[in-house]
């Protein structure tokens, strides 16, 4: 299974999510590291991703390569993280035929409607566990 983990300026968010993905799925699954900024990418391959690639063509090039696409409801939005996601990049995504699992960090000025209010270290594990789910049901 191919999983990308999308995440832009610190790279926080993403650095998160793969050490989880680590802890709970060990080296099974081939974790690549997409981030708008080479500092989000080598924080999240210090975090155990297997390869990571930064800037608006690596995002467009990946996004239909891979299985799951993990990171904040921020990535398919144009113009978000400061300016620092591209319509390009927010358009890939959208359309990669990836599954794509969105934690709901409302700092972009989205809101999603029927989501708790949760510190985001809960909807990093809850995306965790829809991952193994999503992966079960699809024998993989």
Same mark, same amino acid.
């Given at each position: 299974m191919r999983i990308a983990v999308i995440?832009?300026?610190?790279?926080?968010?993403?650095?998160?999510?793969i050490e989880k993905l680590r802890i709970n799925f060990g080296n099974n699954n081939k974790i690549l590291a997409l981030g708008t900024n080479a500092v989000a990418v080598s924080l999240?391959?210090?975090?155990?991703?297997?390869?990571?690639?930064?800037?608006?063509?690596?995002?467009?090039?990946n996004a239909?390569?891979?299985d799951y696409i993990m990171g904040s409801v921020a990535i398919i939005a144009p113009h978000?993280? *400061?300016?620092?996601f591209t319509p390009r990049m927010a358009e890939a995504i959208a359309q990669?035929?990836?599954?794509?699992? /969105? =934690?709901?960090?409302?700092?972009?000025? *989205?809101?999603?409607a029927g989501i708790k209010k949760e510190p985001l270290l809960y909807?990093?594990?809850?995306?965790?566990? /829809? =991952?193994?789910?999503?992966?079960?049901?699809?024998?993989r």
């Open positions: 995440d832009g300026q610190g790279g926080g968010i993403g650095k998160v999510i999240m391959i210090k975090a155990g991703a297997d390869e990571g690639a930064s800037g608006e063509n690596a995002i467009v090039f239909p390569t891979v978000a993280m *400061l300016g620092e990669s035929s990836a599954r794509k699992i /969105l =934690l709901p960090v409302n700092r972009c000025g *989205l809101y999603i909807y990093m594990d809850d995306a965790v566990d /829809l =991952l193994r789910e999503l992966s079960e049901e699809a024998g």
